[in-house]
């Protein structure tokens, strides 16, 4: 059984309670992390802890814990679950209060929960096989660049593309894609240039992204960030994913149409690679 941390405390998971009165319960007024583990450490913490810092100051969410302590729990949770590959999850709301739109008074005490997912990240299937999508229309709210636990489009696009036997969604705002449901997207042109949309409030500014958008610039290969369409989707190579539970997972089709030759791209494969190899160059 997992040891997972609430409120100060490493309890046994099935010991672990939440109020019900908690507002990440009744309003999703909660923000949240998620950071891989490889070989028992942690991939890129310092940038989730500096997005964590960014998605606490938009919802004005004080969390009395410094970088080091969140860093501390991170390490104790990775030990007393002996994980060595997997994840872990960080979730922070606005505490507990009788249910009430208005915050609760100064000085409340934010909820902090935090566990550990075992998960393989390297040897996964999709990242060999590549994944396929289908395109929906973005329902989400106007603040997708804050990390909050309000996931519930993201749920019902995950399991209308299950339902039509595709395995994710890419989410489609006023003709153009923003993101998948929980991972940035990203298509490669006819004249090889790595396109992914421009951060704004319509997306989440994945940390995957930014490493994988550094890395393209560091081995010459050419980016692009901006809007781009179905239509060029139809009409790209390549396609894939970022996010920090899968890095790179190609993707092979779009809406039941092959992307490329249906196969997992060469330069996404060689990407997920140059991702690897920063991944466990920087393990803390
Ligand atoms: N977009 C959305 C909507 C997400 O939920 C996620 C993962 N939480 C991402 C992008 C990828 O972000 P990251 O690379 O930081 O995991």
Redesign the pocket.
């Known amino acids: 059984m997992r040891t997972v941390y609430v409120n100060g405390e490493y309890v046994p998971e099935n010991e672990a309670k939440i109020s019900v009165f908690d507002r990440g319960f009744t309003f999703a007024d909660a923000i949240y992390e ?1 950071t891989a583990v490889l070989r028992g450490k942690l991939v890129d913490i310092d940038l989730h802890l500096a997005r964590l810092r960014r998605s606490l100051g938009e919802l004005a969410l004080d969390l009395p814990l410094s970088d080091e302590a969140l860093l501390a729990i991170h390490r104790e949770l990775i030990t007393r679950n002996q994980l060595e590959e997997g994840l872990i999850y960080l979730q922070v709301s606005r505490g507990v209060e009788d249910r009430n739109f208005h915050f609760p008074p100064e000085g409340t005490p934010p909820t902090v929960v935090m566990y550990s997912q075992a998960k393989k990240v390297i040897d996964s299937t999709p990242a060999v096989n590549g994944i396929s999508v289908i395109s929906l229309p973005d329902l989400r709210w106007g603040r ?1 660049d804050i ?1 909050t636990t309000q996931l519930l489009y ?1 749920c019902l696009a995950k399991e209308q593309a299950k339902a039509q036997g595709a395995d994710d969604a890419w989410l489609v705002r006023e003709g153009q894609i923003t ?6 997207a990203f298509i490669v042109t006819r004249d090889g240039a790595v396109v992914t949309r421009d951060l704004s409030h319509a ?2 500014p ?4 930014s490493v994988v958008n550094t890395l393209l610039s560091e081995h010459d290969l050419r980016l692009e960030e901006r809007a781009w369409t179905l239509a060029e989707a139809e009409q790209a190579t390549e396609a894939f994913i ?3 539970t899968s890095f790179v997972w190609p993707v092979i089709s779009l809406n039941g149409q092959p992307i490329g030759d249906g196969k997992p791209g060469v330069l996404t494969q060689r990407l997920r690679q140059i991702y690897l190899d920063h991944a466990l160059a920087v393990l803390k």
């Open positions: 998620v997708c990390k993201a993101e998948g449901t929980s991972n940035n997306l989440l994945g940390i995957t992204r970022t996010s920090s």
